[in-house]
């Protein structure tokens, strides 16, 4: 199964209010990171949260991690219709191989009606 | 800078022929990464390569094949195409695996293996 779980699945909200998307995941990460992805184009990376921070922010966007708990959660805030997208979360940790092995969850599919 | 680049962005194929995907990128990224996406999967990484000369197995490589001969560039190869190939494909570069470096995305091409 993927190690990033998003919640949830769809999310449809009014431009103006805030959308929260949440992510768990199984293993410990060095990182995590939120990417969006607008329909038929690549991801483009928002935010990483190194496993020794708690929270960031990024214009309109917090990211909480809670290492404990081993989720993550993005608030957009004061959303736009421009924000409609797919957003993925994506945990770093170290292979055997040496290199950071990045993991993608499935994504919440985020419209913003206007 | 151009960042990451996919040639060729769509392509239909017959089941049994062959292809290269070629990937691009021009931030002089040690790190580069072929991924597919299919629905409900989010991103599943196929092969990476940590430097020029080099490429190793990812979580889904069956079916594929890879080079890295030039630093700027990853060729993502299927000998014989399967409808089971029919994905979006997307190349990934990445400085260094610092916790803090994070992947550039291109944006993607859509395989169809009829």
């Known amino acids: 199964s993927q190690q990033g779980e998003e919640d949830p699945q769809a999310l449809s909200i009014q431009e103006g209010e805030n959308a929260t998307m949440n992510c768990s995941y199984k293993t410990s990460i060095n990182n995590l990171q939120w990417y969006r992805q607008n329909s038929g184009r690549g991801l483009v990376h928002l935010i990483l949260?190194?496993?020794?921070?708690r929270e960031k922010h990024s214009g309109r966007l917090r990211v909480t991690l809670d290492t404990s708990k081993k989720s993550s959660s993005l608030l957009i805030t004061a959303s736009r219709a421009a924000d409609t997208a797919s957003y993925f979360c994506a945990t770093g940790r170290q292979s055997t191989g040496g290199y950071q092995k990045v993991t993608f969850g499935t994504g919440t599919k985020l419209q913003v009606i206007p | 800078n151009a960042g990451v680049t996919q040639t060729p962005k769509f392509r239909v194929l017959k089941t049994g022929q062959s292809m290269t995907l070629l990937c691009a990128q021009d931030m002089n990224h040690e790190y580069m990464y072929w991924y597919r996406q299919d629905p409900g999967m989010g991103l599943r990484l196929i092969h990476y390569?940590?430097?020029?000369?080099?490429?190793a197995k990812g979580e889904v490589p069956d079916g594929y094949n890879v080079s890295r001969l030039k630093k700027q560039n990853f060729l993502l190869g299927l000998e014989s195409a399967a409808p089971s190939q029919t994905s979006v494909y997307f190349c990934?570069?990445?400085?260094?695996?610092?916790?803090?470096?994070?992947?550039?995305f291109g944006p993607g091409t859509r395989l169809t293996v009829l």
């Open positions: 949260i190194r496993s020794n921070e």
């Open positions: 390569s940590v430097g020029e000369g080099t490429t």
């Open positions: 990934a570069s990445r400085r260094g695996r610092g916790p803090s470096d994070t992947q550039y």
